[in-house]
DNA sequence: GCGACAG
DNA sequence: ATCTTGTCGC
């Protein structure tokens, strides 16, 4: 009785991975992530970078055909390395809160076809910064192992202030008392990003990465290449 | 009951 | 996310 919902395990890369079953109903997704909640780690624990990894999932047929990217970049250069695209049947629909659940699928299928294991993953979308601390970056990174940081271009919780206009300032994002991001002006005259611990990153190294991504855009360069890749352009 | 609500 | 053309501004 009381029996976890959550199966343990380690990869071949040595990282602790967690398995579970995936609802179809809301009910049962938020029982799931109230399970994963327990096993966040928001500080450092991943090796050297050399490469950044960069999801993004898109749709077609009205939503029922689900496109995944993954790509990885030079840390260093921020050359594209490797794409991988993949299509899959869309199994849930979008529900504020449970994000995750619809895209994760498409996203494992498309970090399989990549040759190479990136050091470190951009998530489009949250991490921690989530009602319950479980959006699609630290869900991920839940379920791969994998180092994750989460990039989204809209609040889904929390209040803070006006984020400085100076490039790569931010001001947090705060949950009651709790920092759980960061709205950091990426581009001077444009509207912030939202940067949040995935699992396995602490926000400050989040955000320093995320400025290492950046060049001369909104959005860095991990996300824009997995972005133009799931969008079909 | 009334808003808010990643992608 | 996706549906969609031109258009204002650097």
């Known amino acids: 009785m009381g029996a976890s919902a959550l199966t343990f395990s380690t990869n071949r890369h040595g990282q602790r991975v967690i398995a579970h079953a995936w609802p179809h109903d809301a009910p049962g997704c938020r029982a799931i992530q109230a399970e994963l909640t327990q096993h966040i780690v928001t500080h450092d624990d991943f090796g050297p970078v050399a490469t950044l990894g960069g999801i993004d999932i898109g749709f077609e047929d009205g939503g029922r055909t689900t496109r ?92 803070h202030d006006e984020a400085p206009s100076g490039r790569g300032q931010w001001t947090p994002l705060r949950d009651k008392d709790d920092i759980i991001g960061a709205v950091l002006r990426s581009r001077v005259g444009v509207k912030p990003i939202f940067i949040s611990s995935g699992h396995r990153v602490a926000l400050d190294s989040g955000i320093a990465w995320t400025r290492r991504a950046l060049t001369r855009y909104r959005l860095p360069e991990t996300t824009r290449a997995a972005d133009k890749l799931a969008s079909n352009r």
């Not at 794409?83 to 449970?98: E, K, Q, S």
């Not at 951009?122 to 910064?129: E, K, S």
């Not at 319950?132 to 990174?141: N, S």
Request: no cysteine.
């Open 68 to 159: 995944a990217a993954a790509v990885v970049l030079d840390a260093e250069t921020l050359e594209i390395i490797e794409r991988a695209l993949v299509r899959v049947p869309t199994r849930m629909p979008y529900i504020p809160g449970l994000l995750s659940f619809r895209e994760i699928p498409g996203a494992l299928a498309a970090l399989d076809q990549l040759a190479q294991r990136p050091d470190l993953v951009f998530v489009d979308g949250h991490g921690i910064a989530h009602p319950r601390r479980l959006g699609v970056a630290t869900h991920l990174g839940l379920v791969t192992g994998l180092p994750t940081i989460g990039v989204a271009k809209k609040r889904l919780t929390g209040s």
